[in-house]
């Protein structure tokens, strides 16, 4: 073991800790991926210290170098982790001793470990967010694009996942848009919270040295400083946040993955996944799988566990810092590693989707999704709309018996069930009810067209 380590967390105890609780209690195995933003959080606080006249400027220097080559040593997989001592703020801080000697000793002067994961984790957040918009703007673009490609295709809008109403396909992708554009203002929104720098806050009652924290605060592009040092310490809000911010979106991707192996089923068929993103079955010759998006499916269900567990280690805990809030990282990783990479290939594979038209004109062809349009057509020529209900749907029943579909009926049969049907009926078709439905936020040809244009507009930045 590590004397200076040793010492440093031991000094008070004659005993050695149990090998069994150092490696229950250590959180290197999975906090080295902080080694960034710890290291950052040392420059500036040992800049400020120098700044402040607690250290000399020699001495800033020296622990500004070793930290450096610290970093080089991390990146160029030279470092050397080691499990007793515990975390990374130690790994790093033992290893500055080893470089520089006794001024490493100075660099926690002001400091606890307390204020200084605090800080880690607000960084590492803040970073984690920005990769995350980026991620979705990227998959906005895939949609976007595959809407554009296939603008005028007329499909059916389901509810209840029976056929409803026709609908334009783009007007079924720019949902999804939609919804990945709240994700995007959801973690944006939450960026804010994030964006405080917690340093300065000591152990949990503030320190007794004359720190600069806004300057440390600016070296480290944080926008403001923590108000409150009991809350600065113990705060893990940003981490729920973050992660109830990647559930709702994992929901998001999951509805999308769940629409993308129903239509590109047999018994759908309305699209074709390229096989880049799909895999073949071991004894089924036939197969192709959709196996990358039922894994996102599967994997929502991880980041729902990491957001609820994130909140029952919160639930209960006393003010202020107890060492249950070690247990913030690893759901944490896991959710911006799984939700980054979901969202990646997601991108990737809707942008290698081939839309089978004519398969979903087929579909389309089966007219009873225009009973509801036949409805209008009554009301239009003046009949309660209750009215023109049952009577379409008294005639959608003798279709059916008479196995015809609604524009092989001659004009008598319609009459039959109301005198209003005239020639014009057979002009209903999906378009001309798509057509129909021109108001902002239909799915008219001019208000899918419109609505491009806006989502064009919203990923260049200009709405
Ligand atoms: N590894 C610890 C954590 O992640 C760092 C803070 C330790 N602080 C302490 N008082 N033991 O929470």
């Known amino acids: 073991m590590n004397e200076q380590g040793r010492e440093k967390l031991r000094g008070r105890f004659q005993k050695e800790i149990a090998k069994s609780a150092v490696e229950y209690a250590a959180s290197i195995p999975f906090d080295w991926r902080l080694y960034r933003q710890d290291i950052a959080g040392s420059i500036a606080h040992a800049k400020m210290l120098a700044k402040q006249g607690i250290i000399t400027d020699e001495e800033a220097k020296l622990i500004n170098n070793g930290l450096i080559s610290i970093q080089e040593e991390i990146e160029q997989g030279k470092f050397q982790f080691?499990?007793?001592?515990?975390?990374?703020?130690?790994?790093?801080?033992?290893?500055?001793?080893?470089?520089?000697?006794?001024?490493?000793?100075?660099?926690?002067?002001?400091?606890?470990?307390?204020?200084?994961?605090?800080?880690?984790?607000?960084?590492?957040?803040?970073?984690?967010?920005l990769g995350t918009v980026n991620k979705l703007k990227e998959l906005q673009r895939a949609l976007l694009s595959l809407a554009e490609s296939n603008k005028s295709i007329v499909m059916p809008g389901y509810t209840h996942l029976q056929q409803a109403q026709p609908v334009l396909l783009a007007h079924h992708l720019l949902a999804y848009f939609e919804m990945f554009q709240r994700d995007i203002e959801r973690f944006q929104d939450c960026f804010k919270r994030t964006d405080?720098?917690?340093?300065?806050?000591?152990?949990?009652?503030?320190?007794?040295?004359?720190?600069?924290?806004?300057?440390?605060?600016?070296?480290?592009?944080?926008?403001?400083?923590?108000?409150?040092?009991l809350d600065a310490v113990s705060d893990r809000d940003f981490i729920a946040e973050y992660e109830a911010a990647a559930a709702l979106t994992a929901m998001h991707l999951s509805r999308l993955a769940e629409e993308m192996v129903l239509w590109s089923s047999t018994e759908f068929g309305f699209i074709e996944i390229d096989d880049a993103y799909t895999t073949g079955s071991s004894i089924m010759p036939q197969k192709k799988n959709p196996d990358i998006a039922e894994l996102a499916r599967g994997k929502t269900g991880r980041i729902y566990g990491n957001l609820i567990g994130m909140l029952t280690i919160m639930k209960a805990l006393p003010l202020t810092y107890s060492r249950d809030l070690q247990e913030d990282k690893e759901g944490l990783f896991d959710t911006i590693d799984t939700l980054q990479s979901t969202l990646g290939v997601f991108a990737e594979m809707v942008l290698s989707i081939t839309v089978n038209a004519k398969r979903i004109g087929k579909v389309v062809a089966k007219d009873y999704i225009l009973a509801t349009d036949l409805a209008d057509y009554l009301v239009?020529?003046?009949?309660?709309?209750?009215?023109?209900?049952?009577?379409?749907?008294?005639?959608?029943?003798?279709?059916?018996?008479?196995?015809?579909?609604?524009?092989?009926?001659g004009l008598s049969e319609y009459q039959k069930l109301s005198p209003l049907f005239a020639e014009d009926v057979y002009a209903i078709t999906p378009e001309s009810s798509i057509a129909s439905k021109n108001i902002i936020g239909g799915t008219a040809p001019e208000q899918v067209k419109a609505a491009l244009k806006r989502a064009k507009k919203i990923l260049e930045g200009k709405s």
């Open 380 to 409: 239009k020529k003046g009949m309660p709309f209750r009215e023109a209900h049952s009577s379409v749907s008294k005639l959608v029943r003798y279709a059916i018996e008479q196995g015809k579909s609604l524009h092989k009926l």
């Open 82 to 129: 080691k499990i007793e001592l515990e975390d990374i703020h130690m790994n790093v801080e033992a290893r500055l001793f080893e470089k520089i000697g006794s001024v490493a000793g100075k660099l926690h002067t002001a400091r606890s470990r307390n204020d200084q994961m605090a800080l880690d984790l607000r960084f590492y957040v803040k970073e984690a967010i």
């Open 196 to 229: 405080v720098m917690p340093l300065g806050s000591g152990a949990l009652s503030g320190v007794a040295y004359p720190l600069d924290r806004d300057f440390v605060a600016q070296e480290l592009g944080f926008s403001c400083i923590s108000t409150n040092s």
